[in-house]
């Protein structure tokens, strides 16, 4: 496994890879189960996180390699074998840092899910984003479930029906990315804003993605109330103190 995913340490944060560049990205069932601990780690010793995909596309789907040949015998057996795939999305979820990806080439199916679960999403200008599960005979509601708290319903039911290859500027309308660079500033606008985020306090980042986690699925009157609640704790916490 170590040479299809690298993980190190880079000030303070965390950059973990997917390497493999030869088959376009591809993530298997045991990958995403290491991916997943490596995200889970990180978010306990790290500021921020990096997640990228080495070579010319980002992600290009899952491979089958490390699943079982034959077909799950009942719906709790399907179950089970999916529970990889949903607790990977949950990782980027519960992660009480924020994860940061810059989008290359193709980002399809799982690596779409990648590109919209990730707190902030980088997109270079000729990058494309699909979910091309329905054209293989796949019901996509567990690629579907990256996107429910990211996306608008009409994208989202957009993707999966369609099943067409989107561009940047139609992700970034969509709200799976979150901002479009020129190919040649991908790098440059990534630096840009993890420089950003190590500038920042740590209590100030914490409470960003604990608010951003949680606060959209409040009411309006119990969002306030959060974010006043917060704004005092935090903005008069010793650490917000340089």
């Not at 088959?23 to 990096?50: F, N, Q, R």
Request: aromatic share 6%; proline share 4%; glycine share 8%.
């Amino acid at each position: 496994m170590a040479d299809k995913i690298l993980c190190e340490k880079r000030g303070e944060g965390t950059l973990i890879t997917i390497n493999r560049a030869d088959c376009g990205g591809l993530v298997s069932d045991p990958m995403a189960m290491e991916l997943t601990a490596l995200i889970d780690d990180a978010a306990k010793e790290s500021k921020y996180i990096v997640f990228r995909s080495a070579g010319d596309d980002f992600c290009l789907g899952r491979d089958r390699e490390g699943r079982p040949f034959d077909p799950p015998k009942d719906a709790l057996e399907a179950r089970a074998q999916s529970e990889v795939v949903f607790d990977f999305y949950g990782a980027f979820r519960r992660s009480k840092v924020p994860v940061v990806t810059a989008v290359q080439g193709r980002a399809l199916g799982f690596g779409c899910a990648i590109a919209a679960v990730c707190d902030i999403t980088i997109a270079a200008e000729s990058a494309r984003f699909a979910l091309p599960e329905m054209g293989h005979n796949i019901m996509p509601t567990m690629a579907m479930s990256s996107l429910v708290d990211r996306l608008g319903r009409k994208g989202a039911v957009y993707l999966t029906y369609s099943t067409e290859e989107i561009d940047a500027q139609t992700a970034l309308a969509y709200g799976l990315v979150s901002r479009v660079v020129g190919d040649d500033q991908l790098e440059a606008q990534l630096d840009k804003v993890l420089a950003a985020i190590e500038a920042a306090p740590l209590p100030a980042v914490l409470a960003v993605k604990e608010y951003a986690t949680n606060a959209l699925t409040m009411s309006v009157e119990q969002a306030s109330d959060f974010a006043r609640n917060m704004h005092c704790a935090v903005n008069t916490s010793a650490g917000m103190r340089r």
